[in-house]
């Protein structure tokens, strides 16, 4: 599969989506208001750290837990709302690469 500006670049906007169709659609904002915002703030500094980069192994295999818990938590809420939403028309490979990586779902 082929992530135009790279993997990171490409799971920043996923990720993105994602939040932004959690706090309009179940929240019921019209922007992202200050949680959310804070929410893909980190979401984004955590994958610019990602040590492994546009190599970044299998989500199975990655030795790194880089969510904190609270942000974890609140990232399961969005991705447990928005995901089988935005799946509809989102590559299922990415997103399941995305969840699992991020321990969401058992991926160990
Ligand atoms: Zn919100």
Partial sequence: MIF???????????????IRFYCIHREGNRELCPECRELLAYAVVRLDCCRFGDRKPVCKKCPVHCYKISMRERMRCVMRYAGPRLLWYRPLDAFGHLLCRLRLFGGR
Avoid: A, F, T
């Fill in 4 to 18: 135009p500006g790279g993997r990171i670049n490409y799971e920043k906007r996923v990720v993105e989506r994602m």
